[in-house]
């Protein structure tokens, strides 16, 4: 997919901001196995926004699309569970990693990772409430409504813009979103990789305890 400058003024309606940036290359390719847990362990471009102990057993690394349906259905559903069941309890470590699928998602990914600013805590809470009006600021105006959570969250109008526009920013998502299509051949999402060991889609609670808990144990 060849995300153009003319497809991110359209898809956002921007006014004077979508002039200013010009999207990188998201490539998408057919599944395959991951080579290793090692090639899904360490972060790329963009350090790893994560919760629980680094040192943890079981690692969890999730790659979403903040357009999906899919994936605002599992952080609504799924993922309470996993972080109140092994998250919050230390048993075991979750990185969410950003796989945008088309334009929005790539603004809301980038929103998501100003307002954090390299916090962890922040930037599950901003992704979780990017999920939950998800069909709000994807079906209406974007950029209003991403300019709305940014100053609620404590952003200005201009920072605001200023990460909109962050061609910097966006390289790095779009590299990474690269380097999981090609070597980790992730083609859909939520795509989850538990200790290397890859899961596709909306899998339920019960589906990640059967796959957690004997790794706990061994």
């Excluded at 950003?98 to 390299?118: Q, T, V, W, Y």
């Excluded at 409430?129 to 709305?148: A, G, I, P, Y």
Aim: glycine share 4%; net charge neutral.
């Amino acid at each position: 997919m060849i995300i153009t400058r003319r497809a991110f003024t359209a898809a956002l309606s921007l006014t004077g901001l979508a002039a200013l940036v010009g999207f990188s290359r998201l490539e998408l390719i057919s599944d395959a196995l991951a080579q290793s847990a090692a090639d899904v362990a360490k972060p790329q471009s963009l350090p790893d926004m994560a919760l629980g102990p680094a040192d943890a057993k079981v690692t969890i690394v999730e790659y979403a699309s903040m357009t999906c349906p899919h994936c605002a259905a599992f952080n609504e559903q799924v993922f309470p569970k996993i972080k109140s069941e092994y998250i919050d309890t230390g048993k075991i470590r979750y990185i969410f990693r950003e796989f945008p699928l088309d334009i929005k998602a790539a603004a809301g990914s980038m929103l998501s990772r100003c307002i954090a600013n390299g916090d962890s805590n922040k930037y599950f809470a901003v992704t979780d409430l990017l999920f939950r009006s998800q069909s709000d600021w994807v079906m209406k105006n974007t950029t209003e409504s991403l300019t709305r959570i940014g100053k609620q969250a404590g952003l200005s109008q201009q920072q605001v813009e200023d990460c909109l526009k962050d061609q910097s920013l966006l390289d790095k998502i779009a590299a990474d979103q690269k380097y999981a299509s090609e070597v980790l051949k992730v083609d859909s999402t939520p795509t989850f990789f538990i200790n290397g060991e890859k899961i596709k889609g909306e899998a339920s609670i019960e589906e990640f305890e059967k796959r957690i808990n004997p790794l706990l144990k061994s």
